[in-house]
């Protein structure tokens, strides 16, 4: 038997006051859409062409955005921000994988490479167990023992 303003499971109905409440809990979000976060990422690659001769960095993005690494993590998780995500991220690597053919010091790169776009240092060794039988042609006879002058 279901109560006043609630379904069979005991929840709140569509459109009662107290549903509409849940339905609004929490903060809004810092960015409402995919597309207000991929146009705040452009914004911010602008600023960098222009102010830092170019040079991105994750976390000037996210300091840029207003994110900090666990909203990044908590974006991620809505599917509707994943392929805007994962495209920004395909731009901050390809910019990683350049700077590892200029001039100079590479350690950040192969860094964030490797932590950021699972990039791997591997070298892969095949052993092969194989027996091998050889045939020398005439077996050859032990040396005899010397003989005891007596």
Same mark, same amino acid.
């Given at each position: 038997? /279901?109560?006043?303003?609630?379904?069979? !499971?005991?929840? @709140? $109905?569509?459109?009662?006051? &107290?549903?509409?409440?849940?339905?609004?809990?929490?903060?809004?979000?810092?960015?409402?859409?995919?597309?207000?976060?991929?146009?705040?990422?452009?914004?911010?690659?602008?600023? /960098?062409?222009?102010?830092?001769?170019? !040079?991105?960095? @994750? $976390?000037?993005?996210?300091? &840029?955005?207003?994110?900090?690494?666990?909203?990044?993590?908590?974006?991620?998780?809505?599917?509707?921000?994943?392929?805007?995500?994962?495209?920004?991220?395909?731009?901050?690597?390809?910019?990683?994988?350049?700077?590892?053919?200029?001039?100079?010091?590479?350690?950040?790169?192969?860094?964030?490479?490797?932590?950021?776009?699972?990039?791997?240092?591997?070298?892969?060794?095949?052993?092969?167990?194989?027996?091998?039988?050889?045939?020398?042609?005439?077996?050859?006879?032990?040396?005899?023992?010397?003989?005891?002058?007596?």
């Amino acid at each position: 038997m /279901s109560q006043e303003g609630r379904d069979e !499971k005991g929840k @709140f $109905a569509l459109k009662n006051l &107290y549903h509409l409440l849940a339905e609004r809990a929490g903060r809004p979000l810092k960015m409402p859409s995919p597309q207000e976060l991929a146009a705040k990422s452009v914004e911010y690659f602008e600023w /960098s062409d222009a102010m830092d001769k170019g !040079k991105y960095t @994750f $976390a000037g993005l996210r300091m &840029y955005i207003g994110f900090s690494r666990e909203n990044w993590r908590e974006y991620r998780q809505r599917p509707e921000f994943v392929d805007t995500m994962n495209h920004i991220e395909s731009v901050l690597e390809d910019f990683f994988e350049k700077k590892l053919q200029w001039a100079g010091s590479t350690q950040g790169a192969i860094f964030w490479l490797k932590n950021k776009a699972g990039w791997k240092d591997e070298s892969t060794q095949t052993n092969i167990n194989q027996t091998v039988a050889v045939d020398f042609g005439n077996t050859i006879q032990p040396p005899s023992e010397p003989k005891e002058n007596t």
